[in-house]
């Protein structure tokens, strides 16, 4: 693995935010022996790094964002991200796919939203590391004066932000490192960049899971919902708990240092949704949610929900 997306590109970087104040510092340390049950890292094994990473970035303790990554064919991940994203895959080989379907449902929401929906804000929160598609280049080939915040509180998606920050001059694209768990913070950040009292579409692709307490999570997505205003969307996809092998290796994901990841229910992932009119064709799996039109005729069956609701 190693060859994959050029997270390089240079934009119009607007700002990147953080709420406590103060930027990032890079320094260049990298020492580490990465293991996990036993299995070790060592010097000889053929793992692709993306070089040098910045001090402040532990890789000796497997990432979410960097799991994902390495699952998206990406290349900004450390040998025991590989370690860990090849254990899962191996206990539970559709995983790449649900990472790239869950993509591709990301794509299709963003369209709709900026096409269909009128939507010209967004908030995406745990955005993950720069990929083929971010949101704000989707959202901006439909309309270009689309506005974007990005939230996340990885280290390392804060050293790429400026890939996320090529927004388009009619538009604006900004950078808030922050947690999930302070929807305030995120809401007060995301004011210098969005208009709160104008519709914004809240994008939470792959995040809840990280929130281990269902009603605890339910209640994050609602505070963030109070401060936007009627006619705002959530746009949400999740893993569930519907196949053995997605919960046996997520089980395994979870033992291995990394923050937890918890399946739901696909009730539990319509559950988000209370409150909210739900938008053709509800909650369903995420390779059904308004799929592109396929010549083969093909739906992979997939551990994975998505919906897309409007606030009346
Ligand atoms: C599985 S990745 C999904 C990335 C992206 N949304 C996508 O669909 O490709 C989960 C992301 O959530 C971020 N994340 C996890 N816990 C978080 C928290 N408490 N606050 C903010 N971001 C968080 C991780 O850093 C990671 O980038």
Not at 130 to 150: G, L, M, S, V, W
Not at 154 to 172: F, I, M, Q, R, Y
Request: overall charge negative; hydrophobic content about 35%.
């Amino acid at each position: 693995m190693g060859a994959g997306f050029d997270v390089g590109a240079q934009g119009r970087c607007r700002e990147i935010l953080r709420p406590g104040g103060g930027r990032s510092s890079v320094g260049l340390e990298f020492a580490y022996r990465p293991s996990w049950k036993g299995i070790s890292v060592t010097s000889s094994d053929s793992f692709a790094t993306p070089g040098e990473p910045p001090s402040e970035i532990d890789t000796s303790v497997p990432h979410s964002a960097r799991i994902w990554n390495y699952w998206l064919g990406g290349k900004d991940n450390y040998p025991i991200d590989q370690l860990i994203g090849n254990q899962v895959r191996d206990t539970y080989p559709d995983i790449v796919f649900a990472a790239q379907a869950s993509r591709h449902y990301l794509a299709r929401a963003v369209r709709y939203l900026a096409g269909e929906a009128g939507i010209r804000q967004f908030l995406d929160v745990g955005t993950g590391l720069p990929t083929a598609d971010n949101t704000h280049e989707i959202a901006q080939r439909q309309a270009p004066e689309c506005r974007i915040a990005y939230v996340d509180n990885d280290p390392l998606v804060l050293v790429h932000a400026n890939a996320l920050l090529t927004s388009t001059p009619e538009g604006a694209c900004a950078y808030i490192e922050a947690d999930l768990k302070d929807p305030d913070t995120i809401l007060s950040a995301a004011a210098g960049t969005l208009d709160l009292s104008r519709p914004v579409a809240l994008i939470l692709n792959g995040i809840m899971g990280h929130v281990a307490d269902t009603a605890e999570a339910h209640g994050i997505v609602r505070r963030l919902l109070d401060g936007l205003p009627s006619g705002s969307y959530l746009s949400l996809s999740d893993g569930t708990d519907t196949s053995e092998a997605s919960v046996q290796a997520h089980d395994e994901y979870n033992e291995s240092g990394a923050v937890p990841y918890n399946l739901r229910s696909p009730e539990e992932i319509a559950g988000f949704f209370d409150g909210l009119e739900l938008v053709e064709p509800g909650v369903v799996p995420f390779t059904g949610w308004r799929p592109d039109p396929d010549p083969f005729g093909s739906q992979q069956e997939i551990d994975g929900y998505a919906g897309v609701g409007r606030k009346p």
